[in-house]
């Protein structure tokens, strides 16, 4: 069974930075895509980035995807957060091929954790 377990998270202000972690087992980590949603209030989930490496469009030069290969954990680095940065952020995984940025393709999706940037 495939567990990710995030943490980070949390409040702070515009210009800001958080730090998201995602820890998996070692045959998750090696074996499978990895990156990150997020998922707004009233919208659809959005593939932020992945491991590989994807960001989308509204977070380039802003987030960080990185790997911790000897604690198999996948990171997320974000800095200079907006107030539309704010959503639920969930660590995926995923056996596709490539790097996918449509959620049905993750079979595999973290608790979720909450940033909420304030303006």
């Known amino acids: 069974q495939v567990q990710l377990v995030e943490s980070g998270g949390g409040l702070v202000q515009a210009g800001g930075s958080l730090r998201l972690s995602c820890a998996a087992s070692?045959?998750?980590?090696?074996?499978?895509?990895m990156g990150w949603f997020r998922q707004a209030p009233g919208k659809e989930r959005e593939c932020v980035a992945l491991?590989?490496?994807y960001y989308a469009d509204s977070v380039k030069g802003r987030f960080t995807i990185s790997a911790d290969n000897a604690n198999s954990t996948v990171n997320l680095q974000m800095n200079s957060l907006k107030p539309e940065d704010t959503a639920v952020y969930y660590c995926v995984a995923g056996s596709k091929p490539g790097l996918p940025t449509s959620p049905a393709d993750y079979d595999y999706w973290g608790q979720g954790t909450q940033v909420t940037v304030s303006s």
């Open positions: 491991r590989g490496t």
């Open positions: 070692r045959r998750t980590f090696s074996w499978y895509v």
